[in-house]
């Protein structure tokens, strides 16, 4: 019980730490979810996540709201996510993204033993399906998804995030978990602009929507403390309106507590 205390205040510190971050156009990489269930009601954990993805920026030159995204893929900010049993084989996931919507996922493991009877030479396959949303403002300074210029614009916008995932584990030894995952993203965002110094931005709507597609492959060391540590390597494709398809690699780091 105290273990359980412990981990779900961790948690709930990586949700608010995650939460309290300004929205950017992020779509997340970085996956780190285990093919393998929690194995009964309430077993979980948690994880601090270096969270990789592609983020963009939007430019209102020429004050059209349909120039290309500027984007990048050298943001890897700290983010938060934890895993919690339902059923033996049914997980709940949230993945706070500290720049885009936390997802809210049911994960079902449809072969293999649940990491509590996980032993070497475990196969494990599941598959999630998230959700989640968030609305917040902007403005056109340093630290805002919009571009600085000097019309002032302000926005406001409306994130929805569909995730859906299929990963497959292996045990090379009792203690290690080797995972490929593939994973498919639909991401839009909603804006509502409004500026006093802008008549033809003042008031506009428009929407910017990708699908993106990610490969990743992870591997997860658990030590005897109930802590463990997970590398992952992925690459992600996203097809932004008003951008070309473009392709990220990303080599990111989690560590994590878990309880049974």
Known sequence: MMELKKASKVFFI???????????????????VSPEAQG????????LIQQAGTEGTVSFSNDSTENPLE??????PLAGA?????????????KGHSSAASVYMLKYQV???SRLEAQKGNQSLSFGVGY?????????DSDSIIEQSSDG???????????????????PQEDTLTYIGLHALRQNFDFELSSDSNATLDQ????????????????????????????EISAQRTDYDNNDPTTFGFFTLAIGYNWD
């Open 14 to 32: 990586l949700i608010l730490s995650a939460s309290c971050s300004k929205i950017k156009i992020t779509t997340p990489a970085s996956n780190f």
């Open 40 to 47: 009964k009601l309430l077993s979980g954990g948690v994880r």
């Open 71 to 76: 984007l990048r893929n050298n943001v890897t």
């Open 82 to 94: 934890a895993d919690l049993g339902i059923l033996e084989k049914l997980d709940l996931v949230v």
């Open 111 to 113: 072969l293999g033993d």
């Open 132 to 140: 989640g949303e968030l609305e917040q403002g902007q403005r056109d």
């Open 153 to 171: 614009v302000e926005a406001a916008i409306n994130e929805s995030l569909l995730e859906l995932s299929l990963i497959y584990g292996y045990r």
């Open 204 to 231: 506009e709507k428009f929407d910017i929507q990708t699908w993106a597609y990610g490969l990743s492959l992870g591997a997860v060391r658990y030590f005897s403390s109930n802590y463990y540590a997970n590398l």
